[in-house]
């Protein structure tokens, strides 16, 4: 029905009901005019007749305005009717028209938000892959090729976390300008949401251009990003796929851009195209996932320790205890390979009390055979981020029996800037507890040195990355002593790990360095090997 169909339709339900009001008023008139003049005829002529109602109708002349009534109500009727439905019928058309209009509005940015991501407005998982198989389809025709660049920012976690979600997302944004900035018109840039994109590059007659591209996607993200006050640099993985080399259809294309990400990310190695080989080395992560809480329950992990020795007595006082994952196909596992995993999936929890579990356990054994060892435990940010930990802290090191005030627990700086808040208050439960806090990766991140003295923290670990290089790099040797200096008048213990050569252990002891850890001591290894090491390395003294 068009508008006006509709219009003509709705004046003419509502005029019947109108004109059923116009009738009900004519009757009663005529009733009134009925009565009135019998009443009337009663009142003259004393009876009630056929005559008498005559009578006092041609006499009573008030009557005559009575008889009119019918007419004017059927006129007013008639009137007030077609004019109030024509009216409300407008009404109700202007209304239903907008709500049409509103409606297809609500239409279209629903179907806008199905289809694209809501921090960058870049099309999101839904529509790239359908334009990748329209391009499919249209690169047959043509018998060009298309290809897809998926692109993982490293390290984006830790900014989000460490300066919160609200500029994590700016800086979803700058990267997303960046990215458009290099590509052409016709190419799409999507957003798989967290901290990958997705690029479909389309008419490519030379596998070099999609080289060319991924090059110049990294280097448009090398000048740093800012943000605030702060300078950022962001880095990306980048796994590539070919149509028709790779794959034929874009669920297959898009998981083996996939694939070869994740090998460019364990690798460090910027882009990797893909090929048959690499699905070996990059296990699907979903089946990971279930085999790591299998690995938890099978007691399939297991630790490694690095020896930490003292240097003003040369006496090695403790260990680093550092995870490791035996897998049935991959081998043995760093934990850079899972601990993200773990974090992503809530398996943190149940690998941490694993790790510490174990750990205190082989602690307590070496202390009542005279060993007296510490233990630095790592924990994950995660950890402080959880109300529990002391509690499943306190129970671990009662049932283990481990001296607690030989347990060292390491946190990272972004660890506490997620949320200083929650993490400050288990941090405060746990020294209140005699157990030590270091502060691990120092340098690293981005936490303010003022914000160290409102921590319980006792010891400071410089991040091996300023270390390892500080007898050829001028500025990372004065980062060292810089460090050294201020973690002393804070009153912390300092750690410089990354120590691989004697040089290096000469120039920390020169600066006062407390205690020293590094592969020029040992790498870390199994227990029975530190504890073989301990023995020709001289026996720590409690
Ligand atoms: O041993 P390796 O260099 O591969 O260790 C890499 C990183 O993994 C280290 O920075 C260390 O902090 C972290 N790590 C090792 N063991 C554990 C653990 O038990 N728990 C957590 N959360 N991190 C660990
Ligand atoms: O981030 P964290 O301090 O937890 O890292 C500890 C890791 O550092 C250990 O797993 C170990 O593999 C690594 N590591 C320890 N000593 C050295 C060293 O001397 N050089 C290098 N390159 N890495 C080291
Ligand atoms: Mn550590």
């Known amino acids: 029905m068009s508008s006006a169909q509709s219009l003509r339709f709705n004046a003419k339900v509502l005029k019947s009901k109108v004109t059923i009001y116009a009738v009900y008023g004519i009757t009663i008139s005529l009733f009134a005019i009925v009565l009135a003049t019998i009443i009337s005829g009663y009142v003259l002529y004393g009876n009630v007749s056929f005559d008498s109602f005559i009578q006092a109708q041609k006499s009573n002349v008030v009557l005559w305005f009575l008889d009119v009534m019918p007419f004017f109500f059927a006129f007013w009727g008639q009137y007030v009717s077609t004019i109030m439905?024509?009216?409300?019928?407008a009404l109700v058309a202007d209304q239903t028209s907008e709500f049409r209009i509103q409606t297809a509005a609500l239409e279209t940015k629903a179907m806008h938000d199905a289809t694209h991501d809501s921090v960058t407005d870049l099309p999101n998982r839904v529509l790239?892959?359908?334009?990748?198989?329209?391009?499919?389809?249209?690169?047959?025709?043509?018998?060009?090729?298309?290809?897809?660049?998926?692109?993982?920012?490293?390290?984006?976690?830790?900014?989000?976390?460490?300066?919160?979600?609200?500029?994590?997302?700016?800086?979803?944004?700058?990267?997303?300008?960046?990215?458009?900035?290099?590509?052409?018109?016709?190419?799409?840039?999507?957003?798989?949401?967290?901290?990958?994109?997705?690029?479909?590059?389309?008419?490519?007659?030379?596998?070099?251009?999609?080289?060319l591209v991924a090059r110049k996607i990294q280097r448009s993200l090398t000048s740093p990003f800012i943000l605030d006050e702060l300078t950022l640099d962001v880095q990306a993985s980048?796994?590539?796929?070919?149509?028709?080399?790779?794959?034929?259809?874009?669920?297959?294309?898009?998981?083996?851009?996939?694939?070869?990400?994740?090998?460019?990310?364990?690798?460090?190695?910027?882009?990797?195209?893909?090929?048959?080989?690499?699905?070996?080395h990059s296990p699907h992560r979903l089946t990971l996932m279930g085999e790591l809480r299998q690995a938890i329950e099978n007691d399939d992990l297991l630790l490694h320790f690095q020896p930490q020795i003292r240097a003003s007595s040369n006496k090695p006082i403790g260990v680093e205890v550092l995870v490791r994952w035996q897998h049935s196909i991959h081998g043995l596992m760093p934990p850079d390979d899972f601990i993200g995993l773990a974090e992503r999936t809530g398996l943190i929890k149940p690998l941490t009390r694993w790790v510490l579990k174990h750990a205190l356990q082989k602690g307590a054994l070496w202390h009542s055979s005279g060993l007296k060892v510490n233990l630095a435990v790592n924990l994950s940010a995660k950890n402080l981020l959880d109300p529990d930990f002391p509690e499943m802290l306190t129970g671990v090191i009662l049932s283990t029996e481990f001296p607690k005030d030989y347990l060292l627990l390491e946190i990272t700086e972004t660890a506490?800037?997620?949320?200083?808040?929650?993490?400050?208050?288990?941090?405060?439960?746990?020294?209140?507890?005699?157990?030590?806090?270091?502060?691990?990766?120092?340098?690293?991140?981005?936490?303010?040195?003022?914000?160290?003295?409102?921590?319980?923290?006792?010891?400071?670990?410089?991040d091996k990355s300023f270390v390892k290089d500080m007898m050829s790099n001028k500025n990372d040797a004065a980062i060292v002593k810089a460090t050294i200096d201020l973690a002393h008048n804070l009153d912390l213990?300092?750690?410089?790990?990354?120590?691989?050569?004697?040089?290096t252990m000469e120039k920390l002891h020169s600066l006062s360095c407390d205690i020293y850890q590094g592969y020029y001591f040992s790498r870390p290894v199994p227990s029975k090997e530190i504890q073989a090491w301990f023995q020709t390395n001289q026996l720590a003294i409690a």
């Open 85 to 89: 439905s024509y009216e409300a019928g």
């Open 128 to 211: 790239f892959c359908d334009r990748v198989t329209q391009a499919i389809s249209l690169s047959r025709r043509e018998k060009k090729k298309i290809a897809i660049i998926l692109l993982d920012l490293d390290r984006f976690k830790e900014i989000n976390d460490t300066l919160g979600h609200l500029n994590g997302d700016r800086l979803l944004k700058l990267v997303a300008m960046r990215l458009e900035s290099v590509l052409r018109e016709s190419d799409t840039l999507a957003r798989f949401g967290g901290d990958e994109f997705a690029i479909l590059l389309t008419g490519i007659t030379d596998d070099e251009v999609v080289s």
């Open 238 to 280: 980048a796994g590539i796929v070919i149509f028709p080399e790779h794959g034929e259809d874009s669920d297959t294309l898009i998981q083996r851009a996939d694939v070869a990400m994740y090998v460019a990310k364990q690798g460090n190695k910027g882009s990797v195209i893909y090929k048959k080989e690499l699905d070996q």
């Open 416 to 462: 506490i800037m997620a949320d200083p808040e929650l993490a400050l208050d288990v941090l405060n439960r746990i020294a209140d507890m005699g157990v030590r806090i270091s502060i691990d990766d120092f340098g690293t991140g981005y936490s303010s040195l003022s914000y160290l003295k409102k921590l319980p923290v006792s010891e400071l670990k410089i």
């Open 493 to 503: 213990e300092v750690v410089a790990e990354g120590v691989e050569d004697k040089a």
